[in-house]
């Protein structure tokens, strides 16, 4: 095994060579992790500044463990130093006051105290049947084409209608914020020059106040939705939420409940269509499509890493981490495991592991809008199966990714069904 030594500390060869910014990691990371779990489970990474957790078993103790592992994202993970831009960020309330997945017990206790119930199956699988009307008005607008860019045309569409419906949010302003969602991801997961992310910071300020003013009119006229209720839930509790904590709270479902089930979509029906038995099952009843979404989520899931910062010196499978390092937990690694799934690389939608998958985390800061996101998938791929059954890849599929070490971002995929 190819090691090299950084001040007196061995050193794995993926040091330098793990980089899910580039290709061919960038399109298909399966075969670096399956070598970093089997030379090297934990490494350090100089790419990304950070020591990398690839084995189930580790990703599982670092998820769980929020006593030794505090969450580790920050509004800047990559990019150079700025100080105009840091002038423009420290206006907004600290993270870890005011963010779910930034926050530790007793903050993040209460943050997630009012956002759980409002994201309850009693309110949200009601709207089921609008989450089929939406995919529905999609799939009418390019029908009669034959063919159709996915990503552009409906994964990047249709879970920012469901957001706004879930909100309750004004269509006119969905490509201003699609907008502020996308220049937030390249502000915290991308590398910026010094210069953009002046303009990035003044979008987040930008945005934050637009959420800050939804709360205010929300709370004058509530409706029926999960802001109105998450108000509601709140100001009758002992331990209100501010109106900042609430802003971030709409931020939070807009930003994960938008991007990670665009890419998600889109990386699903490649796999899906490339299987083509996969697709033809799915076809001869729409209805029986969960466990291909559970399958989906395990070997196709949007998020490839999570963050942690050690507030200790520890160890992580044997392995001395120092004290304030930073941690990217590799789920998608995780969930591709052969010591934990038969044949993990296969898509096998019955398989009787499935439900051991972390796609969506693992521990006290596990995604609360799990069974949103599941919801949606599945109306996509009944309508998608109905609709259009002789959907497929076409010659050229376009399959194209945008860099990222946290997701996986598919953003383009052709298909056509004449």
Same mark, same amino acid.
């Given at each position: 095994m190819k090691t090299v030594s950084?001040?007196?500390?061995?050193?794995?060869?993926?040091?330098?060579?793990?980089?899910?910014?580039?290709?061919?990691?960038?399109?298909e990371p399966g075969p670096v992790w399956a070598r970093a779990r089997s030379e090297a489970p934990v490494f350090y990474s100089n790419v990304l500044s950070a020591w990398v957790v690839s084995r189930y078993a580790d990703v599982v103790e670092v998820l769980r463990r929020h006593d030794v592992f505090a969450p580790g994202v920050q509004r800047k993970m990559f990019a150079v130093d700025s100080p105009e831009a840091d002038a423009l960020l420290a206006q907004l309330p600290p993270l870890e006051t005011i963010k779910i997945h930034n926050s530790e017990p007793p903050q993040h206790t209460k943050l997630r105290r009012y956002l759980q119930p409002a994201l309850m199956p009693r309110r949200v699988q009601p709207l089921g049947p609008e989450f089929h009307r939406i995919a529905n008005e999609l799939v009418d607008a390019f029908e009669a084409k034959g063919h159709v860019e996915f990503y552009e045309e409906y994964a990047f569409l249709f879970p920012m209608n469901v957001i706004g419906?879930?909100?309750?949010?004004?269509?006119?302003?969905?490509?201003?914020?699609?907008?502020?969602?996308?220049?937030?991801?390249?502000?915290?997961?991308?590398?910026?020059?010094a210069e953009e992310q002046v303009?990035? *910071?003044?979008?987040?300020? =930008?945005? $934050?106040?637009?959420?800050?003013?939804?709360?205010?009119? %929300?709370?004058?006229?509530?409706?029926?939705?999960l802001l109105s209720w998450m108000i509601q839930d709140s100001d009758a509790g002992d331990d209100p939420l501010t109106d900042d904590q609430l802003a971030a709270q709409v931020t939070t479902m807009i930003t994960a409940g938008h991007e990670t089930t665009a890419h998600f979509l889109t990386m699903l029906m490649h796999r899906i269509l490339t299987e083509r038995h996969l697709w033809d099952a799915l076809v001869a009843d729409p209805k029986e499509c969960a466990a291909l979404v559970e399958e989906g989520l395990r070997i196709t899931g949007p998020v490839q890493s999570l963050w942690r910062r050690t507030k200790v010196d520890t160890q992580v499978g044997g392995v001395d981490i120092?004290?304030?390092?930073?941690?990217?937990?590799?789920?998608?690694? *995780?969930?591709?495991?052969? =010591?934990? $799934?038969?044949?993990?690389?296969?898509?096998?939608?019955? %398989?009787a592991d499935v439900g051991s998958h972390v796609a969506f985390g693992k521990g006290i800061h596990n995604c609360p809008g799990a069974g949103v996101a599941r919801l949606e998938v599945r109306a996509t791929l009944e309508?998608?199966?109905?609709?259009?059954?002789?959907?497929?890849?076409?010659?050229?599929?376009?399959?194209?990714?945008?860099p990222g070490a946290t997701q996986r971002m598919a953003e383009s995929l052709n298909l056509v069904w004449v």
């Open positions: 950084t001040t007196g500390c061995p050193r794995h060869a993926l040091a330098d060579e793990y980089n899910p910014f580039r290709s061919p990691q960038l399109e419906k879930l909100l309750d949010l004004p269509e006119d302003d969905f490509e201003q914020i699609k907008e502020w969602t996308d220049l937030q991801v390249q502000l915290r997961y991308g590398t910026p020059s303009a990035l *910071a003044q979008s987040q300020l =930008d945005s $934050f106040e637009y959420t800050r003013t939804l709360v205010r009119d %929300r709370r004058a006229r509530p409706g029926q939705d120092p004290h304030d390092a930073r941690i990217a937990v590799l789920v998608g690694s *995780a969930n591709l495991d052969d =010591d934990v $799934f038969a044949d993990a690389a296969a898509f096998e939608p019955y %398989r309508v998608l199966a109905t609709r259009l059954p002789t959907l497929r890849l076409a010659d050229d599929p376009g399959y194209l990714f945008k």
